[in-house]
């Protein structure tokens, strides 16, 4: 049974989340966090929309956004490190572009990264129903 995440981590993903400034209507945020050698790494992403019906049936749309990068480290108490990835690396790079800040939130160490686009093993959070019209969460 997986572990619920700590309440600052849950805090700081949902500070986070806020952050990123959707240009349309945001499909809902995915996040993934692990302890590794005394780091969290927290990472976030919107996921995509499925189009049901219509002429793009089973097309799949990210969702698009942009983010306060400035507002982003002021939720750190000290920041180490702010990195751009601006292209996937190889194939197996599943984190793909994605900004990176590593510093400290309360007494933890974090590295926190969030992703231009959702990674490539998750379904779509959301089904655009183009016949009713609504939308459907899908996670």
């Not at 969030?114 to 093993?121: D, M, W």
Request: glycine share 8%; with cysteine; hydrophobic share 45%.
């Amino acid at each position: 049974m997986p572990m619920s995440p700590p309440a600052w981590l849950k805090e700081l993903a949902d500070s986070a989340a806020l952050l990123m400034i959707p240009a349309d209507v945001i499909a809902p945020i995915g996040c993934h966090y692990c302890y590794v050698d005394r780091v969290w790494e927290i990472t976030l992403f919107a996921s995509s929309t499925q189009i049901v019906g219509g002429g793009q049936d089973g097309e799949v749309r990210r969702s698009r956004f942009t983010l306060d990068v400035p507002g982003l480290m002021k939720l750190f108490a000290d920041v180490k490190n702010v990195l751009w990835q601006a292209h996937e690396i190889g194939e197996d790079d599943e984190l793909g572009p994605h900004i990176a800040v590593e510093g400290q939130y309360g007494d933890q160490d974090v590295c926190l990264r969030i992703l231009a686009f959702p990674p490539k093993r998750f379904a779509s959070g959301r089904r655009a129903i183009v016949y009713v019209p609504s939308w459907e969460e899908t996670w």
